[in-house]
C-alpha cells in the first residue's frame, strides 16, 4: 500500500511540473539540420535554462534524424549506442529530471562538424524563506 501511495505522489510532482513547463524549439528557426559552424547549437544551448518537466522540440526533415545518447558517445560522436532514436520531426524529449542530456545526428560527420547538443537540466531550487518566519 505504501508503494502505490508512493507512486502516486511521484506521478502528481511529474505531472505538477509538466504543468509548469516550457517547450524550447532547438536552433529556433534554423532547426535540427547540419550546423552552420561548429558551435552553433552549443551557443543556442546557452540562451535556455531548463528546468525538470521542460521539453526540447527538434525540427527536422529526412533523411535527418536524432540520437539521445550517452555523454562519452557526444563527445566521441559515436552512434553504436543510442538510449534513443527519433526517426519522426518534430520530436520532443521530456526534461523528466535533473541531469545531463546530450542530443546527436545519426549521421558522424554532421556530428562532428556541430549538429550535437549538450543541455543541463537544474536541479529546482528550494524555497526556504517559508522555513526562516
Known amino acids: 500500500m505504501h508503494f502505490i501511495i508512493i507512486l502516486l505522489l511521484f506521478v502528481i510532482g511529474v505531472l505538477m511540473n509538466l504543468v509548469n513547463s516550457e517547450r524550447y524549439i532547438v536552433g529556433e528557426g534554423y532547426g535540427w539540420r547540419p550546423a552552420p559552424y561548429p558551435t552553433y547549437y552549443e ?27 550517452g555523454k562519452y558517445n557526444y563527445y566521441a560522436c559515436n552512434s553504436n549506442i ?51 518566519i
Do not use: H
Open 43 to 69: 551557443d543556442w544551448a546557452t540562451t535556455v535554462k531548463l528546468k525538470p518537466g521542460d521539453q526540447l522540440e527538434f525540427r527536422f526533415q529526412k533523411p535527418e534524424d536524432l540520437l539521445e545518447i
Open 82 to 132: 543510442p538510449s534513443r532514436q527519433y526517426k519522426e520531426s518534430p520530436a520532443i524529449a521530456f526534461m523528466l529530471v535533473p541531469g545531463d542530456y546530450y542530443f546527436k545526428s545519426s549521421n558522424n560527420t554532421n556530428c562532428i562538424n556541430g549538429q550535437k547538443l549538450y543541455v543541463n537540466v537544474a536541479a529546482p531550487i528550494e524555497n526556504d524563506a517559508d522555513d526562516k
